[in-house]
């Protein structure tokens, strides 16, 4: 009775409905993670000496490469639920549902932030450290919606914190709905919150990152490095908790392997990049882009303006030109023949007075 008392529930329902519109709990907190990592990577960027609006650019770019990652990557590690015998194909294409792998969504996330970069003149390492403690708050935060739905939780357990998980089914047709339905009756078992063991090792990870950012200017990725090393370090420790049905190799869930050399490779690369120099100077960074951009549009307007400008001097030469002959030529013809008849006159009439 104690261990129950002391433990606390999961959400009856993670799915509201305004109507026919469906309202998932899953999704808010995905959009919310979404939007305080991009408003925390702003302003970070800024302070590094970026541009304002620059983040807010590379997200256009960086937000759908990493969610169309992290479908992928979750389809990847557990392709017989929906690929499998008595899987549903279709399903693959129910993001709403969960299922979002945070390998592939930072691997093809950068991906697109790259190639946003890229156009802006701008380092992609030196976006990554601006960006790496607004993604891991936003990954704590997707984890609110992990307990919504009623997933990612760890083996049965008696400790006080326990989590309560409740069997859901659909009020309408009485079938069971995990995703979908509402909690009926007492809970079924006690396990350990792992996706709370999550959310606040995130928060820690993202709090550390920032002390050291600070204390050490950490640059050229140095930053990522450290959140990728960080988090891996307490996803390998939570997964080995968790109960849940997942892709196994040697008899361990693969992503325990993923954890472990994604570790190894942040931690290498912590100290290669340390060899690299201060942080970037993104001012400079920014003018010397800009600078060429400049040039490049004086020299294109310069080449474009030529042939008109040749054109134009030839037009007002040839006019005057044209006007001085003309002109003069007929003052000539129209004055000289009028002399010459009067000079005959006055002869004449000289004659004939003699």
């Not at 069971?176 to 995130?202: C, K, M, R, S």
């Not at 990522?224 to 997942?246: H, K």
């Not at 340390?274 to 080449?303: Q, T, Y």
């Not at 002109?327 to 000539?332: D, L, T, W």
Request: proline share 6%.
């Amino acid at each position: 009775m104690t261990v129950n008392l002391a433990s606390f529930p999961s959400p009856p329902q993670g799915v509201w409905h305004l109507g026919p519109i469906p309202i998932r709990a899953y999704a808010l907190c995905i959009i919310a993670g979404i939007i305080v990592a991009i408003v925390w990577g702003e302003k970070r960027f800024q302070a590094r000496g970026g541009q304002k609006g620059f983040i807010t650019d590379l997200a256009v770019w960086a937000v759908p490469f990493g969610l169309v990652g992290g479908r992928l990557y979750h389809l990847a590690t557990d392709w017989r639920t929906y690929f499998g015998p008595g899987g549903n194909p279709i399903a693959a294409l129910y993001v709403w549902n969960g299922g979002l792998g945070i390998w592939g969504a930072i691997a093809l996330g950068g991906v697109g932030a790259l190639i946003g970069a890229r156009r802006r003149g701008i380092p992609l390492p030196a976006v990554a450290d601006a960006i790496a403690p607004g993604i891991v708050l936003a990954q704590a935060i997707g984890r609110i919606g992990n307990y919504f739905n009623q997933e990612l939780y760890g083996r049965a357990t008696d400790v006080p914190w326990a989590l309560e998980i409740y069997n859901r089914v659909d009020p309408a047709t009485g079938v069971p709905d995990l995703i979908n339905g509402v909690a009926q009756g007492p809970p079924t078992e006690l396990v350990h919150p792992t996706f709370l063991y999550e959310l606040l090792w995130n928060v820690g990870v993202a709090l550390v990152v920032v002390w050291a950012d600070r204390k050490f200017k950490l640059g050229h990725g140095r930053a990522f490095a450290l959140y990728v090393a960080a988090y891996t370090a307490g996803r390998f420790w939570i997964e080995l908790m968790r109960n849940d049905e997942a892709t196994h190799v040697f008899g361990v869930r693969i992503n325990v392997f993923v954890a472990g050399i994604v570790f190894i490779g942040a931690v290498v690369y912590m100290i290669v990049a340390r060899n690299r120099g201060p942080r970037e100077d993104l001012v400079a960074i920014r003018e010397a882009h800009e600078a060429g951009l400049s040039a490049a549009a004086g020299d294109a307007a310069e080449d474009g303006d030529e042939p008109s400008e040749k054109a134009v001097d030839e037009d007002a030469v040839e006019e005057p030109e044209g006007d001085k002959v003309e002109e003069p030529a007929k003052a000539e013809d129209s004055s000289e023949p009028a002399s010459e008849s009067d000079e005959t006159r006055v002869e004449e009439a000289a004659e004939r007075k003699s």
